[in-house]
């Protein structure tokens, strides 16, 4: 039986053939990984069952090429390109997939995706002034706008223009003295049919 959290490593040659030699019997996760190059996505999906003296043949895989998505983020005002925004890339289900800032002039690219369908939010994560958005300039994940991505190819123009959010300030005082008092969390409820807005409780 192959000792627990033994790992085992080769490379493939010119053909793409590889081999295991002096593999104990057991069961092995065999996984692929172009460590080099990144040209191609890591993957671990073969469970193969070594038996002594015999070759476990024709565990192959098929390499795949990752896309990108790419794009500009500017703002309403002052107008103009928009940095430090944090560009989120996940799943329809929510599970993260990859993510970028847009730099100086506004560009980004989020690198080492599946081929698949995804959504795309914006966050001003650095000033946290301007209102987060989906693609293409949605308020909700559900009503986003699904952005698709294939094998070894960018997908463009995924762009966002980002609106500043309004403000509420004000002073916290206290009864006794009146003097300022430090340390209250202050909380804005948005009113909606599920939440009714009305008098102080």
Request: net charge neutral; hydrophobic share 35%.
């Amino acid at each position: 039986i192959a000792p627990a959290f033994s790992t085992f490593s080769t490379k493939t040659n010119t053909h793409g053939e590889y081999a295991f030699d002096d593999i104990p019997g057991g069961s092995y996760t065999v996984s692929f990984s172009d460590c080099r190059r990144h040209a191609y996505l890591p993957t671990s999906s073969l469970f193969e069952t070594v038996v002594p003296g015999a070759t476990t043949a024709n565990a192959n895989e098929t390499m795949v090429k990752p896309g990108r998505i790419s794009g500009t983020v500017t703002s309403t005002s002052p107008g103009g390109p928009l940095s430090a925004v944090c560009v989120d890339v996940e799943t329809q289900g929510g599970i993260f997939a990859g993510y970028a800032d847009s730099g100086r002039t506004g560009t980004y690219t989020v690198k080492n995706l599946l081929p698949g369908s995804y959504v795309v939010e914006f966050l001003d994560c650095v000033r946290h002034s301007y209102l987060p958005q989906f693609y293409d300039g949605q308020t909700t994940m559900a009503a986003a706008n699904l952005v698709s991505i294939t094998s070894s190819t960018t997908t463009a123009n995924i762009n966002a223009t980002m609106a500043l959010g309004g403000r509420i300030s004000g002073r916290v005082t206290s009864t006794a003295g009146g003097g300022p008092v430090a340390g209250i969390n202050v909380n804005a409820l948005a009113c909606s049919p599920t939440f009714v807005c009305g008098p102080p409780y």
